[in-house]
């Protein structure tokens, strides 16, 4: 199964140029060497109601398995991103999110700092991972093995049984 894939970097600075984004091209270089596709990017500021329409109109055009947002998911008064998901999603798979924090604590514990979530809108999977790139990255490698059996439980597949 190709997933599709789209990647949405929530960040003040890197939405106006003040700083490169790092991590959305280490996530996508992840997608593209497991095979999949990536669909969209963009970079948008930490502004709640941009993060939480973008979300939106992407699940909406219906063309997309998982959107990866990355950043906004710490302790600062910016960090809005996982409360921006919470409006988008309608069920949520901590399993995905614990999965992550659990894995990450083992390397850095400011890992337990992390909010991010995870969860299904429509037929979407999004799930945030934390802004910095080797987070990011190591957030990713610890759930990418299951995203394809999620993806076909999502959409229905009879073929998902076989994974079991």
């Known amino acids: 199964m190709v997933m599709r894939f789209g990647v949405l970097t929530t960040s003040d ?3 106006r140029g003040e700083r490169m984004d790092e991590t959305s091209p280490a996530i996508i270089k992840e997608i593209e060497e497991a095979g999949w ?3 969209r990017s963009a970079i948008v500021p930490d502004d709640f109601f941009i993060i939480k329409e973008t979300l939106k109109t992407w699940v909406l055009i219906g063309d997309m ?3 990866l947002t990355t950043g906004g998911t710490g302790c600062s008064p910016r960090d809005i991103t996982p409360e921006a998901t ?3 999603v309608q069920r949520l798979v901590p399993g ?3 999965a992550m ?3 990450s604590m083992l390397i850095n514990k400011h890992a337990m700092l992390s909010r991010g979530i995870a969860g299904i809108s ?3 999977f999004i799930i945030n991972l934390p802004g910095s790139p080797r987070a990011a990255v190591e957030n990713f490698t610890v759930i990418k093995s299951v995203l394809g059996h999620a993806v076909e439980l999502l959409h229905n597949d009879p073929d998902s ?3 079991h």
């Open 13 to 15: 600075r890197s939405s």
């Open 37 to 39: 596709q990536i669909i």
């Open 65 to 67: 398995d998982v959107i």
């Open 86 to 88: 919470l409006e988008v």
């Open 96 to 98: 995905l999110s614990e």
């Open 101 to 103: 924090r659990s894995q």
């Open 122 to 124: 429509e037929t979407v």
């Open 161 to 163: 049984e076989k994974h």
